[in-house]
T-cell receptor, first 112, second 112 residues
Framework: GQQLNQSPQSMFIQEGEDVSMNCTSSSIFNTWLWYKQDPGEGPVLLIALYKAGELTSNGRLTAQFGITRKDSFLNISASIPSDVGIYFCAGQDLLSGNKLVFGAGTILRVKS | DTGVSQDPRHKITKRGQNVTFRCDPISEHNRLYWYRQTLGQGPEFLTYFQNEAQLEKSRLLSDRFSAERPKGSFSTLEIQRTEQGDSAMYLC??????????FGSGTRLTVV
């Protein structure tokens, strides 16, 4: 089945530093999504990418849909304490229905 | 717009008991999804409804699991004869199109 490899598994960074995480897949996806999840809550959509090569920003967040359609990265610039949480990538293949396939997550901790 | 609402937020049950969870999607969203998330993992797809029709079911959804969306609005997920391996966060999401899910806060199930 489809699997996403997300890295790194965790990061512990200093406030103000930039962060980069990525996802790779063995399969092609039509859509890549990045979510953030706080403890005890559901994932919240940060950025959605719909086209290969697309680069999209949302405030301090920037994400790109790889041109091979098998990878994506998320960058967070100038991290702040409220960036703490678990970040998930998710791929969607519309030809395989509407389900999302999620990575295992990147745990982000920020030292202030 | 009150978002996707899930009830209860937490449920502790004894092994062998039946449990039922409820999800109220965003009112105009005709698509509804159930996912399961275990500790340290990303959410995994369980099932998908478009209006009242259940269009897709994962192999994760064993015979003990059943989901309904009788009037195309709220949905219920029932687990019969719960097992310890059923302990997880059960997430509901809804959307208007095939893109851009909104997740609820989840129901945390603990089977003792």
């Amino acid at each position: 089945g489809q699997q996403l490899n997300q890295s790194p598994q965790s990061m512990f960074i200093q406030e103000g530093e930039d962060v980069s995480m990525n996802c790779t897949s063995s399969s092609i996806f039509n859509t890549w999504l990045w979510y953030k999840q706080d403890p005890g809550e559901g994932p919240v959509l940060l950025i959605a990418l719909y086209k290969a090569g697309e680069l999209t920003s949302n405030g301090r967040l920037t994400a790109q849909f790889g041109i091979t359609r098998k990878d994506s990265f998320l960058n967070i610039s100038a991290s702040i304490p409220s960036d703490v949480g678990i970040y998930f990538c998710a791929g969607q293949d519309l030809l395989s229905g509407n389900k999302l396939v999620f990575g295992a997550g990147t745990i982000l901790r920020v030292k202030s | 717009d009150t978002g996707v609402s899930q009830d209860p937020r937490h449920k502790i049950t004894k092994r062998g008991q039946n449990v039922t969870f409820r999800c109220d999607p965003i009112s105009e969203h005709n698509r509804l999804y159930w996912y399961r998330q275990t500790l340290g993992q990303g959410p995994e797809f369980l099932t998908y409804f478009q209006n009242e029709a259940q269009l897709e079911k994962s192999r994760l959804l064993s015979d003990r699991f059943s989901a309904e969306r009788p009037k195309g609005s709220f949905s219920t997920l029932e687990i019969q004869r719960t097992e310890q391996g059923d302990s997880a966060m059960y997430l509901c999401a809804s959307s208007l199109t095939e893109y851009g899910y909104t997740f609820g806060s989840g129901t945390r199930l603990t089977v003792v």
